[in-house]
């Protein structure tokens, strides 16, 4: 045992207990603003309800559990049901100002389907008749519907949840015809995430519906082949996650992310099942199904995950899939048990540009700081407040514990300066940079260019000014530190006087910054030229990305 069922029965108490206590709107619902939150609330209220062990915690396990089936029933009643109707089998989405009034959306039934089909199969006898009523109708007008029959294209989570819907709709309704069709698109998922990576690399919080989606699949499979499958899929996927996981962080550059997401993470549940090496905050900004449904992960992606004693390098390759085009992406962290750092070496257009190109990522903390640390110019949808859509003008150099960055600005851009996230921590700024204790790791910011620090909710952001700008990054473990005879900011910082940065540029768009700092003797050195194209180069020799 690791724990794994008392850290679910941990998350189904305390979001059963929220629900418990929250006021019914007028409509008999808990929120307007996703249909989806509703049916995950009902989900782990009910759970808690029909679950002896857990009915002790609630104040009336009867009542409750009959809100639980109210809430239910008001979700199931807003599906359209019309088959002449637009989104035949789907649910709105926003409900404002009215869910009478509110239209079908794609989104909604995309994960919640395959989730209520396995919320059925558990809990069906345990529901009232009018319930169970419900649920037959429900899954039927989601089968008929029909809004998994596409075909495979760019194999992100939309198409992955439709591969494992098409598997559990396809056996539930005994459509051999479909199930077939979901078997096939499973073995091409399959062979693609493992010969070409994953194109939403650090896609948050996707990267968990494709995990709750073939996990349903998998609890919900009748045949054992079909079972086999699913578990190798979920074995990689699992072992994906351990190779980018620090105690709740997800490391390296993320294509996509939602403000949950970065400067902190946030959205941590399933990753507190699986692994538990970590305190569980009081925000939880996406419950879905954690509490409910788990797929053990391999021992040894358990192991890579949690045994963090010895430094690694992780690097991969991805295929990124642009329309017709694939792009192929080079992906770098190096972790330590302390921190990790790194982050994808090229830059590409993302949906949204919800993107974060490197990080250097600390553990999760119960407290109320971030645990993430980068630095980036604000590009298309970038609003204040929010530190995640970064603009292509960045040159990146990652090794090991140092991370080196130009920013070739043009002159005529509106955002001239670039931001920095940086954790709550005590820092001592200067001339030459910021140096600071995050957790047990010391941390120097050598700068080029003039900057100011503001306090945010979270953390602390840096206000960067140059022509260009640059900036390189040294994270140091205590063990690194003492061997340097670090023990103390005032140490660090006296330590780092021996560092040297060099920007040389002619032009806001052009630069060569060169680097030397003190827990290695070799020299970084990154050009970026007039035509936006980067160069690292280690001793003199350029730096393989693979």
């Known amino acids: 045992m690791n724990g794994q069922p008392q850290r679910q029965e941990e998350i189904i108490r305390i979001i059963a207990l929220q629900a418990q206590n929250l006021p019914l709107l007028a409509s008999g619902l808990w929120f307007h603003n996703d249909i989806r939150d509703n049916f995950y609330y009902a989900s782990y209220l009910f759970a808690a309800a029909a679950d002896a062990k857990l009915q002790a915690v609630l104040d009336h396990p009867a009542d409750a559990k009959k809100r639980a ?7 199931l009643k807003l599906q359209q049901t019309d088959p002449e109707q637009p989104l035949y089998g789907h649910f709105p989405l926003n409900l404002n100002p009215s869910p009478d009034q509110a239209h079908p959306h794609e989104l909604p039934v995309e994960l919640m389907g395959s989730l209520m089909a396995y919320f059925y199969s558990r809990y069906e006898s345990q529901l009232n008749p009018g319930l169970q009523e419900g649920f037959e109708s429900a899954l039927g007008h989601i089968y008929r519907g029909g809004f998994y029959r596409k075909p495979l294209q760019l194999f992100n989570h939309h198409e992955a949840k439709y591969t494992a819907a098409k598997i559990i709709f396809g ?4 459509d051999r015809k479909l199930l077939e069709d979901g078997i096939y698109s499973l073995k091409l998922t399959m062979e693609r995430v493992t010969t070409q990576g994953m194109p939403e690399y650090g896609a948050l919080p996707w990267f968990w519906h494709w995990v709750q989606a073939f996990t349903s699949a998998w609890e919900l499979t009748s045949e054992p082949a079909i079972k086999r499958q699913l578990a190798d899929l979920l074995d990689d996927l699992w072992r994906e996650r351990a ?12 294509s996509r992310g939602w403000p949950h997401d970065a400067p902190a993470d946030r959205n941590v549940l399933h990753d507190y ?6 305190p569980l905050g009081k925000v939880m900004p996406r419950t879905e199904y954690a509490g409910l449904l ?7 992606a358990r192991q890579r995950a949690m045994e963090r004693e010895m430094p690694a390098e992780v690097r991969k390759q991805i295929i990124k899939t642009d329309t017709v085009e694939e792009i192929p992406l080079h992906s770098y962290v190096y972790v330590t048990k302390d921190y990790a750092a790194g982050g994808i070496w090229e830059r590409v257009k993302e949906f949204d540009n919800e993107q974060i190109r490197w990080m250097v990522s600390f553990p999760v903390t119960a407290g109320p700081s971030v645990n993430q640390l980068y630095f980036f110019h604000p590009g298309e949808g970038c609003r204040k407040g929010d530190p995640r859509h970064q603009s292509e003008y960045a040159g990146v150099l990652y090794d090991k514990n140092r991370i080196l960055t130009i920013f070739p600005v043009p002159a005529d851009n509106p955002h001239q300066e670039v931001i920095g996230v940086l954790p709550l921590a005590e820092w001592v700024t200067g001339e030459l940079g910021l140096f600071g204790q995050v957790q047990n790791s010391y941390v120097a910011i050598l700068v080029k260019g003039r900057y100011t620090m503001d306090s945010r909710e979270g953390y602390q952001e840096i206000r960067l000014l140059g022509e260009p700008a640059a900036a390189a990054v040294e994270v140091l473990g205590p063990e690194e530190a003492s061997k340097l005879g670090i023990n103390s900011l005032s140490a660090l910082v006296e330590r780092f006087r021996s560092a040297s940065l060099v920007l040389e540029s002619d032009t806001r768009q052009t630069g060569r910054l060169t680097y030397r700092g003190i827990s290695n003797p070799d ?11 980067a160069e690292a180069r280690k001793n003199g020799e350029q730096i393989q990305y693979s």
Not at 243 to 254: E, N, P, R, V
Not at 523 to 533: A, D, H, K
């Open 273 to 278: 099942v699986q692994f538990g090496d970590f």
């Open 171 to 174: 056996q539930r309704y005994e």
């Open 69 to 75: 089936e109210a809430v239910l029933a008001v979700v």
């Open 523 to 533: 020299i970084l050195e990154l050009n970026v030229t007039g035509t936006g194209q």
């Open 243 to 254: 190779l980018f996981y620090l105690k709740g962080a997800w490391i390296g550059a993320h």
């Open 294 to 300: 788990c797929y053990p992960a391999p021992e040894d």
